[in-house]
């Protein structure tokens, strides 16, 4: 694991439990936009620092959807997945990657917060689109904030990919988005 990274979000964190034991709680929108926070980070950190320099600059490795079989470095959408899973099966919060572009049509909007919330950040992106849904019985908040290129890595890999829906993405492009889902009682 990254240890500054490891160190931010343990810094986090235990800024949110400080918040928490001194009022009542942590509202929802705020507890979902410290989510964001690490989760923002670490691909940044990851498409950067990791693809881009390696593949890119040095020349080490290459990133590869097939990874595991091409012994190479997953893609930060793959990265993404990867750990969202893990939170799924440790918590019963959920986070998710989506995009009306996506290349996998297994990661396109699913629901209609998720539909609505693309439309929303796509034309205001520094504003998360937030509300509450129901998914499988479970009442959650949600909150769903746009997923920018961050990388020429990022970029190159969704103009060039041959299934990609749209190959014309600059830096700074909203390319999707990050669904966080916190459970209600």
Same mark, same amino acid.
């Given at each position: 694991?990254?240890?500054?990274?490891?160190?931010? /979000?343990?810094?986090?964190?235990?800024?949110?439990?400080?918040?928490?034991?001194?009022?009542?709680?942590?509202?929802?929108?705020?507890?979902?936009?410290?989510?964001?926070?690490?989760?923002?980070?670490?691909?940044?950190?990851?498409?950067?620092?990791?693809?881009?320099?390696? +593949?890119?600059?040095?020349?080490?490795?290459?990133?590869?959807?097939?990874?595991?079989?091409?012994?190479?470095?997953?893609?930060?959408?793959?990265?993404?997945?990867? /750990?969202?899973?893990?939170?799924?099966?440790?918590?019963?919060?959920?986070?998710?990657?989506?995009?009306?572009?996506?290349?996998?049509?297994?990661?396109?909007?699913?629901?209609?917060?998720?539909?609505?919330?693309? +439309?929303?950040?796509?034309? /205001?992106?520094?504003?998360?689109?937030?509300?509450? +849904?129901?998914?499988?019985?479970?009442?959650?908040?949600?909150?769903?904030? /746009?997923?920018?290129?961050?990388?020429?890595?990022?970029?190159?890999?969704?103009?060039?990919?041959?299934?990609?829906?749209?190959?014309?993405?600059?830096?700074?492009?909203?390319?999707?988005?990050?669904?966080?889902?916190?459970?209600?009682?």
């Amino acid at each position: 694991m990254n240890r500054p990274f490891e160190l931010f /979000a343990c810094t986090l964190l235990l800024a949110a439990c400080r918040e928490a034991s001194a009022t009542s709680g942590i509202a929802p929108e705020q507890a979902a936009d410290y989510v964001h926070t690490v989760l923002e980070a670490n691909r940044a950190v990851y498409a950067e620092e990791v693809v881009h320099r390696l +593949q890119d600059v040095e020349h080490v490795v290459r990133a590869d959807e097939k990874f595991r079989e091409e012994k190479a470095l997953p893609l930060p959408s793959q990265m993404f997945r990867l /750990a969202a899973k893990r939170v799924s099966e440790r918590t019963s919060v959920r986070v998710a990657l989506i995009s009306p572009w996506a290349i996998n049509k297994a990661n396109m909007p699913a629901t209609d917060f998720e539909r609505s919330g693309m +439309q929303a950040v796509v034309s /205001a992106p520094d504003a998360p689109y937030r509300g509450y +849904q129901t998914v499988n019985g479970k009442r959650y908040f949600s909150a769903l904030y /746009a997923d920018r290129a961050v990388s020429e890595a990022c970029i190159r890999c969704h103009n060039e990919h041959a299934e990609s829906p749209r190959k014309d993405f600059k830096l700074k492009d909203v390319m999707g988005g990050v669904v966080v889902s916190l459970p209600v009682e």
